[in-house]
């Protein structure tokens, strides 16, 4: 996999295909064969990067400076740099999505499209904010994801009632807990109160190209319900697509409809 020092920091991708670029931003707790589905069928028409979050897949520690999710996406513009790459086409999912509606508000003439799957820039709600700020003080405090907290973290990322015997939910139950001590510390932590303890930033939505951008959403998404993805999609002024039989990583739950609804839009002129 290639890499990038951004910041001091190693950071890592996949790049694959050729043609328009695709830039994929994966999910907090997750890493970039998320978009496996995605990539596979996107890199026959499109050059597809992946890079993967500090402290997630294969990337280093957060650079030192990194406090917002304008860091990220200042980061993200790094890359593209580093890669000679002038416009994009933004795919970005939970905190991917985060840091790619900055990205896109920082250098609108870098994006050609956007796509803003599962994802939320206004503030976490209060009482959500504070349960997860208790959940990585108990990782801060304890060093790892203790095993009753797997139980709890999990399913959040899925739809209600999905088989949490499938090979999509053990597998991730057990990339959570092979998290190791100092990822967790020097960067899960850090970037979760970075993520979760994030400003307001509906009202910058406005100056989003309603034309050039797409929301999509799990139609069982809990820890982002689609009524948040309505506000956003009013705001900009740009279509929602509910994704059935799908939670969180709709990539994942439901990859053909994702699919075809992204090649569908990054088609349109």
């Known amino acids: 996999m290639p890499i990038a020092m951004i910041e001091g920091k190693p950071l890592h991708y996949q790049d694959q ?9 994966h999910s907090y707790l997750w890493h970039g064969d998320m978009w496996a589905p995605q990539i596979q069928a996107l890199s026959r028409q499109f050059r597809v990067i992946t890079p993967e979050l500090w402290g997630h ?4 520690e957060l650079p030192d400076k990194t406090q917002s999710l304008e860091d990220l996406a200042g980061q993200m513009l790094a890359l593209l740099d580093h890669l000679n790459i002038d416009r994009i086409n933004l795919v970005g999912l939970s905190v991917g999505g985060m840091w790619g509606a900055h990205l896109a508000l920082m250098a609108p003439h870098r994006i050609n499209r956007l796509v ?46 999905i088989d949490q015997n499938s090979a999509l939910y053990q597998d991730f139950r057990t990339a959570l807990k092979s998290f190791p001590k100092d990822r967790l510390l020097s960067c899960i932590v850090p970037l979760g109160r970075i993520i979760f303890g994030r400003g307001d930033a509906l ?33 900009i002024g740009c279509p ?30």
């Open 203 to 235: 009202q910058r939505l406005a100056n989003l190209d309603g034309h050039s951008t797409l929301i999509m959403c799990g139609e069982q998404d809990t820890p982002r319900p689609s009524a948040e993805s309505q506000i956003m999609a009013n705001l």
């Open 116 to 161: 803003l799957m599962d994802t939320y820039l206004g503030l976490e709600p209060e009482a959500t904010r504070k349960y997860y700020f208790s959940l990585l003080q108990l990782i801060e405090d304890t060093g790892t994801i203790p095993e009753h907290l797997l139980d709890v973290i999990a399913p959040i990322f899925f739809r209600p009632g």
């Open 17 to 25: 295909g050729a043609g328009p670029v695709v830039l994929l931003g």
């Open 240 to 269: 929602l697509i509910l994704v059935p039989d799908a939670g969180h990583i709709s990539s994942l739950e439901n990859p053909e409809f994702v699919n075809e609804q992204l090649l569908k839009f990054l088609a349109k002129d």
């Open 57 to 60: 897949g294969e990337s280093g």
